[in-house]
């Protein structure tokens, strides 16, 4: 997806996170390059793809060299988003070289989780390529970095679903098994959720049966999530859902089959793989000294 349609990412949350991740690898300590790189030094490295994908987290690597020395000088040589084949340039950072240096890993670590992560969003998206089905991440983040994998789920073109607990009512099956010790009905915990629930907001239920689904139904959820379900009965779900409710699929959503779980009707599809599980995209620096 184009970056002028992807909400950018908060200046003030990147610079801490590349902060935090600078100071994790001691990039201001680099006992190598001090010692073998004089300050004087001036370099350019080239930032190249080695795999097929989508890049992403340009912006987070220009903010690493920023951080290191603001002189530095990053362009970057494609958008946000592009898709990209081996070989591609992908951006370019000139001027001192020791920053260049001492940043290399810490940038190159952002763009290679953050391309992953769009680039196995891209796939998703791409099955479903012209069924009327959106595809969204999950909570299955790695700590501390939500908002950045969550924007290169939305750069690979899928959407987000809720950003933390306090985002949405999603009631899964432990909630459910919780509240059937009490001796509560599926309604019944819907109806408690929505009168405590912020006014308005939409209440998701996950069910695995069909039996749960007509319950949920019933209770007037708003979105049912249907969790590791066979196909077949995802339809007969879908039709009984017809204008009542949003439907999700969830649970072992894959390239392989994703787009057969999409035919069914369903109205979007969950996969927590994008983020926990995306190889990270081949991307690699390499460095031309010019001037000493």
């Not at 390529?129 to 909570?139: P, Q, S």
């Not at 039996?211 to 009984?240: C, F, H, K, Q, S």
Request: aromatic fraction near 2%; proline fraction near 6%; hydrophobic fraction near 45%.
């Amino acid at each position: 997806m184009p970056e002028s349609q992807v909400s950018p990412l908060d200046p003030g949350l990147v610079r801490r996170l590349v902060d935090a991740a600078l100071e994790e690898d001691a990039a201001e300590r680099d006992v190598t390059t001090r010692a073998l790189v004089p300050p004087g030094q001036q370099g350019e490295a080239t930032i190249v793809a080695k795999s097929a994908g989508v890049v992403c987290g340009l912006p987070v690597a220009a903010a690493v060299f920023a951080a290191l020395d603001p002189s530095l000088r990053f362009e970057p040589r494609l958008p946000e988003g592009a898709v990209v084949s081996p070989g591609d340039s992908l951006a370019a950072v000139a001027g001192p070289l020791a920053p260049i240096l001492s940043g290399e890993r810490i940038a190159l670590n952002f763009l290679q989780r953050l391309s992953g992560i769009a680039s196995a969003t891209r796939r998703l998206v791409d099955a479903v390529a012209g069924l009327d089905v959106r595809i969204l991440d999950t909570r299955k983040t790695t700590p501390g970095l939500r908002a950045l994998e969550r924007y290169a789920v939305r750069v690979g073109g899928g959407q987000n679903h809720r950003f933390d607990l306090s985002d949405g009512v999603l009631i899964k099956d432990n909630h459910l098994a919780a509240a059937r010790t009490r001796g509560l009905t599926i309604a019944q915990v819907i109806e408690g959720a929505r009168a405590d629930a912020p006014e308005g907001m939409p209440i998701e239920i996950e069910v695995t049966s069909v039996a749960e689904a007509r319950e949920a139904l019933a209770g007037d959820a708003d979105i049912v999530l249907l969790d590791n379900m066979p196909v077949e009965e995802m339809r007969t779900v879908v039709e009984a859902a017809r204008g009542r409710a949003l439907i999700e699929a969830s649970g072992g959503v894959t390239e392989e089959n994703v787009r057969a779980i999409a035919e069914t009707g369903v109205d979007r599809c969950s996969a927590g793989a994008i983020t926990h599980s995306a190889p990270a995209l081949d991307i690699s620096m390499d460095v031309e000294t010019l001037t000493s």
